[in-house]
């Protein structure tokens, strides 16, 4: 319990205690400050605050300068030509004019608002190759394949058979961008660690690669959020190998997870704590009170001012079309099992393509149908890790989704790792349904919603959220649709952004080509379902023969 006096008021701050909220009530002039979380009396009242803090056994803490706020200035313009493949939205390139004028920043943009797209344009318009991307191992494959659909720059993924000659691939104008996860700085990295035996690691202790780290001009650090914690050997390499570079781009849509001591390591890996007086002094004018929360509203302002910038959707949607898709590559876990599947699918499309007699088509239409389904299933497992990592993103950003998915197995699997989650599924009565909806729409604690694809397809209103998520494809354009129509219907104020899940190398991505390149499939095929599903065999047997899919 604290009583400090910052400017013209005394601020009292204490862990929530209903005696105390009732005994600060009757001071005069007393005031609740919702963003610092503390009752604030004015200075004439010194007298009585000061009887109030010594009767209640309060500390008080030495007199702080009063909170420095000024007038923030406009987003910069981008005034320069960037040669990318595809046009960034207005608010995208007023983000990268911010990082090419400030070069160390943290992206904080909500999620779904295109961060990558922005630090790709922003390395690219400083051209400060080579560039290394340091990301959870479930976004390597799409952090490759946004370079690659952005650029003309080639972007490798960091692995054991180039552990010890990567460097050279820049050397030879062969890659300019490289990228790793954060489990694997220490092996590309770091040379040797000398941490005293009874000591803690410092990142004094650490001898990096140099031949390795210091070719890079500019390192982008997604999903920064993950190195928060100053403790963490991924934290200290993530700085070591950050150090003295010309840029330095963070990239959290959850900056801070639960106090402004989250933003300590970022704000010195980017090489930006300088700007807030240092370490000590953060900790002191942010960090201070029963809540380790003091001056929000001056940090948000230096933040903003030198190093940091977001977005939320509802500050952009003029920029943003009604809905937005994207894809989400994963590097399924069930390889093994899956490849074994695949092997005998192709066998049977195989005897399809060379059968004459339409009795042994048909029949072999039926086992393909079957043999795709598994294949569907096997990807669906292999697909929960990143799924899980992307959950976790979206509802620790304070967002809530609604995520789609096909088999009872798959549901129950992220159910069971989201039991707080509500379910719609084909198990679940009306009446269930309607507390699930009704929860979700109206209740701020319930963030995440499960849904079967073919229960919770059509007639729901889910606008709640602006977020949709698909574990697993349905067969048609039409379903996707009408699975996306829960959140992008009347009553929602936001853009919708619609994340489709797909195996790298699976049948997901062959399913997600016919559904992309052959939208009129739902309309102009009619009747019996099994019709959809012939013509869904001859697209799937065609597809087998072509290469793989490369934009979404």
């Known amino acids: 319990m604290l009583i400090t006096k910052q400017g013209k008021f005394f601020r009292i701050q204490f862990k929530y205690s209903p005696f105390l909220v009732e005994k600060v009530k009757e001071l005069p002039g007393r005031g609740f400050d919702p963003t610092n979380k503390c009752w604030v009396v004015p200075e004439v009242h010194e007298a009585v605050v000061r009887s109030f803090g010594q009767r209640y056994n309060f500390q008080f803490g030495i007199d702080i300068e009063d909170e420095q706020i000024g007038e923030l200035p406009e987003m910069p313009q981008l005034n320069e030509a960037i040669p990318l493949k595809m046009n960034l939205f207005p608010y995208q390139a007023n983000g990268v004019a911010y990082s090419l004028q400030k070069k160390k920043v943290i992206i904080g943009d909500q999620p779904g608002l295109g961060k990558t797209a922005q630090a790709i344009a922003t390395i690219l318009a400083a051209d400060a190759f080579p560039c290394l991307v340091i990301c959870p191992s479930s976004l390597k494959i799409n952090w490759q394949r946004e370079w690659h659909m952005w650029t003309d720059k080639k972007a490798m993924i960091l692995n054991d058979n180039v552990k010890q000659n990567f460097h050279l691939f820049w050397s030879s104008g062969l890659t300019q961008v490289f990228i790793v996860n954060y489990e694997s700085l220490k092996k590309y990295f770091v040379q040797s660690i000398n941490k005293p035996e009874n000591g803690k690691m410092r990142l004094n202790h650490i001898k990096f690669k140099e031949q390795f780290t210091g070719i890079f001009q500019s390192v982008i650090i997604d999903e920064s959020h993950r190195v928060k914690s100053l403790a963490t050997q991924q934290t200290k390499f993530t700085k070591g190998i950050c150090t003295g570079k010309e840029y330095i781009l963070a990239l959290t849509g959850t900056p801070v997870i639960n106090k402004p001591k989250d933003l300590i390591s970022q704000l010195g890996i980017i090489e930006q704590m300088q700007a807030f007086g240092g370490y000590k002094n953060f900790v002191q004018r942010y960090c201070s ?69 339409e ?4 029949a072999l239409r039926g086992e393909i149908m079957v043999m795709i389904g598994i294949l569907k299933n096997i990807s669906a497992r292999g697909k929960l890790k990143d799924v899980f990592e992307f959950v976790d993103d979206i509802l620790e950003s304070g967002e809530k989704l609604v995520i789609f998915a096909h088999l009872k197995e798959v549901i129950s ?21 309607q507390h699930a909806v009704d929860s979700f729409q109206k209740n701020p604690d319930t963030k995440l919603i499960i849904c079967s694809i073919k229960a919770a397809g059509v007639g729901l209103t889910l606008t709640a959220s602006s977020r949709v998520a698909f574990v697993e494809l349905p067969w048609t354009a039409a379903d996707c649709d009408q699975c996306e129509g829960r959140c992008h219907r009347i009553g929602q104020l936001d853009s919708v952004t619609c994340t489709y899940f797909l195996g790298q190398n699976t049948i997901d991505e062959k399913i997600y080509r016919i559904i992309q390149t052959k939208r009129e499939i739902a309309s102009t095929v009619t009747g019996a379902t099994e019709q959809v599903e012939e013509n869904i065999v001859d697209l799937v047997a065609d597809l087998f023969n072509q290469p793989q899919l490369v934009e979404a």
């Open 359 to 362: 009795k042994i088509a048909r």
């Open 413 to 433: 699997a992220i159910h069971q790792q989201y039991p707080k989650a509500v379910t719609i599924t084909g198990s679940d009565s009306a009446s269930e349904r």
């Open 289 to 357: 009170g029963p809540n380790e929360a003091s001056n929000l509203r001056e940090l948000n302002y230096k933040l903003n001012l030198n190093c940091f910038y977001r977005r939320d959707k509802q500050d952009v949607l003029k920029d943003l079309p009604a809905k937005m898709r994207q894809v989400a590559l994963c590097d399924i876990s069930t390889r093994k099992e899956y490849a074994d599947a695949e092997a005998s699918l192709v066998q049977y499309l195989i005897k399809y393509k060379d059968a004459d007699d």
